[in-house]
């Protein structure tokens, strides 16, 4: 076991220098380290495969966990039109154009859902990084391409749940399928009005003997706890790593908690990539180097299309729609998650992983220069689109414009303040109750 990882972590950083070098994303370098050191390369495994996997899936919800920790609720509330309707629009024209995809090839149902399902998802990683490297970090469309990448990353994990409920039953029954969802609703808004009301007020009272090594390990332990009781409700493990990083998001330690996690999420992070590529076998990429190309086309023409479309539509600026879907380019993480979840049920096509993969490691190499031609695109369409529509153009971006120099104006605190004021009497007065009634039932349970 020492001998695997001291194989993956030096074969990894070698080829992540030299991806760096380049300046090339991180993750590609990982998955290359997995074709070397897998067993398709040089005919024979450098390490063991049931380690890697078992690590990886660890990787995994601690990438879910850390998503979860950056998910809140009052900054996706501020971009909600553009995050709910660009999102959206995203997913389901991307689901269409992936499940059309996986007719076309001639596979069945749950492989053309599967395939969708992974066409549909951005990388939140890359997006951030080519944003940073092109230097747009402080450009007006962040905010909302960052919104819809969370509301993208939320509706995954509601994927994976839906997925493997029709990959087990190999059938799409509606009524069966929504009765899951009203399940699956409730029981999250349960996890989290109970996490919130708790958490949040448990670490407040233990703060003070919270050092780094006790919070991460408590926080280490609450997620892995409400795997379990994903496990146990019949749900995903991915998706109670995920509802517990969103709970620790609510709470004052949150930020400090995301930076313990950081380190321990990128090593597991990189050994789950490493074994994404340890599936790739060189051969297959040659023999489906056609696919390749299309599956790579559709997820750039798609994305481009459908990313600006959703973002015009919930408000956004022609110019910012365009940047924010010409940097949506690349199929993401969850693609692979996605892969691993079919493959791991034995329901998904072995033709399909190396052909996502392939396709990730292309659209993700093509992502910065795509991103070069957005603010050409839009200088082009502007000056070919009709007169009336420009018009719509110029009369949009003035609306944005006014709306964001109002939200920059001054303004009295007094009301937000006793908002939050309410707020905290409220769940103060809640908590408080709760706890009482614990300690009644606690204490006519020690008199009986």
């Known amino acids: 076991m020492v001998q695997d990882l001291y194989v993956l972590m030096i074969t990894a950083a070698v080829v992540s220098i030299l991806f760096k070098l380049l300046k090339q994303p991180v993750v590609l370098g990982y998955i290359v380290a997995g074709v070397l050191v897998g067993p398709h390369l040089f005919g024979k495994s450098l390490v063991n495969a049931d380690n890697v996997k078992a690590w990886g899936d660890i990787g995994v919800l601690f990438v879910l966990f850390c998503i979860g920790l950056e998910f809140r609720l009052k900054n996706l509330i501020s971009s909600g039109k553009v995050a709910a309707i660009g999102a959206l629009t995203i997913i389901a024209g991307m689901m269409i154009l992936g499940y059309a995809v996986g007719v076309d090839a001639k596979l069945d149902m749950v492989n053309s859902l599967f395939l969708a399902g992974m066409l549909c998802m951005s990388s939140t990683t890359i997006v951030m990084k080519a944003i940073d490297e092109a230097g747009w970090r402080k450009e007006r469309f962040v905010k909302g391409a960052t919104s819809i990448l969370i509301v993208e990353d939320v509706v ?234 420009r018009v719509k153009i110029d009369r949009r971006e003035q609306q944005v414009a006014a709306a964001e120099a109002e939200k920059d104006k001054p303004s009295d605190d007094k009301n937000s303040l006793a908002d939050k004021a309410r707020h905290a009497v409220r769940h103060t007065y809640i908590t408080k109750h709760l706890v009482d009634l614990f300690i009644k039932n606690m204490s006519a349970h020690d008199e009986k």
């Open 156 to 389: 995954a994990v509601v994927l994976m749940v839906l997925l493997s409920s029709i990959a087990i039953r190999h059938q799409f029954e509606g009524a069966e399928l929504a009765g899951k969802v009203v399940n699956l609703a409730i029981t999250l808004a349960a996890w989290f009005i109970c996490g919130i009301l708790i958490i949040p007020t448990l670490i407040r009272l233990i703060k003070k003997h919270l050092n780094d090594e006790t919070l991460i390990i408590l926080a280490l332990g609450l997620c892995l706890g409400m795997v379990l009781t994903a496990e146990e409700a019949g749900f995903s493990s991915a998706l109670g790593a995920f509802v517990m990083g969103s709970i620790l998001a609510e709470t004052a330690e949150s930020h400090r908690i995301e930076k313990l996690m950081t380190p321990l999420k990128n090593v597991f992070a990189a050994i789950f990539f490493i074994s994404v590529g340890m599936l790739i076998e060189p051969a297959s990429l040659t023999e489906y180097w056609l696919n390749i190309v299309y599956v790579s086309l559709v997820v750039i023409i798609g994305m481009i299309l459908f990313g600006t479309l959703g973002c015009w539509w919930g408000g956004q600026t022609m110019r910012d729609s365009m940047l924010t879907s010409f940097s949506f380019v690349q199929i993401g993480e969850f693609s692979f998650i996605i892969a691993s979840l079919g493959t791991s049920l034995g329901v998904l096509n072995p033709v399909i992983y190396p052909i996502i993969v392939a396709s990730s490691v292309v659209t993700t190499f093509l992502t910065p220069y795509i991103m070069k031609t957005a603010v050409p695109s839009y200088t082009f369409f502007y000056n070919h689109v009709s007169e009336g529509f």
